[in-house]
């Protein structure tokens, strides 16, 4: 009964390379997010969608593209990963009326 | 600017002992305000929120927190923290509309010694 899942839970990859991290929620939620969390556990809003539209497009390198395929899909895809790329990233989602927000296990992505 | 302060970076607190977690926000509309709980490799789970209403508000685990529009805080206590309790602690605050970001504290981080 897992409202929020992402998968890999851990993803440990090379410089240089593209990886995607998946989001899916069960809640009919119409609204996702990306947050990032760095070393210092600092989240930031990356990335909103309400019904598969980008609403919020943080200042985020454009090598980190999200794709929502249905409103209960909200797929993060990096190009190029970089050292400092490496964070938690944590998919969330919301009702279209409320901003309370359930979020995900999160994603420990490791560029080495 | 936007911004959510937590002053405190670290806690040690007792076991049964009571604990009081402050946040100050600073926003521009009406605030919906939030704490999250992070326990270690774990996600962020939703301890209790505020809209409207009662400014003191009950959530889950036996936390309560209390919103004061004029010191622009909204702490978060328990009366007696239980060894379980050790985690990492957010204040959040954003908007009502959906959609929109939830701008976060820096995290307080709460250890219980026995």
């Known amino acids: 009964d897992t409202a929020v899942s992402q998968t890999p839970k851990y993803l440990v990859t090379q410089m240089g390379n593209d990886k995607s991290i998946k989001c899916e929620q069960n809640l009919g939620h119409d609204t996702m997010y990306w947050y990032k969390q760095d070393s210092k556990k600092f989240l930031k809003i990356m990335f909103s969608?309400?019904?598969?539209?980008?609403?919020i497009n943080e200042t985020v390198p454009n090598r980190f593209s999200p794709k929502s395929p249905d409103k209960a899909h909200l797929n993060l895809h990096i190009n190029s990963l970089e050292l400092g790329d490496s964070a938690v990233y944590f998919c969330a989602s919301s009702r279209a009326t409320s901003n309370e927000q359930f979020f995900g296990p999160g994603t420990r992505l490791t560029v080495l | 600017a936007q911004s959510v302060t937590q002053p405190d970076i670290h806690i040690t607190v007792s076991e049964g002992a009571s604990l009081e977690l402050r946040c100050n926000y600073s926003?521009?509309?009406?605030?919906?305000l939030f704490w999250y709980v992070q326990s270690p490799g774990q996600g962020l789970q939703l301890l209790l929120k505020?809209?409207?209403?009662?400014?003191l508000v009950q959530g889950i685990k036996g936390f309560e927190a209390e919103f004061k529009r004029s010191q622009s805080s909204f702490n978060l206590r328990k009366p007696s923290v239980h060894w379980s309790d050790a985690a990492e602690y957010f204040c959040?605050?954003?908007?009502?509309?959906?959609?929109?970001?939830?701008?976060f504290g820096k995290g307080t981080t709460l250890s219980v010694s026995s």
């Open positions: 926003y521009g509309a009406t605030p919906y």
């Open positions: 959040a605050v954003g908007a009502h509309q959906a959609g929109t970001a939830l701008i």
């Open positions: 505020y809209f409207s209403g009662d400014t």
């Open positions: 969608y309400n019904n598969k539209e980008l609403i």
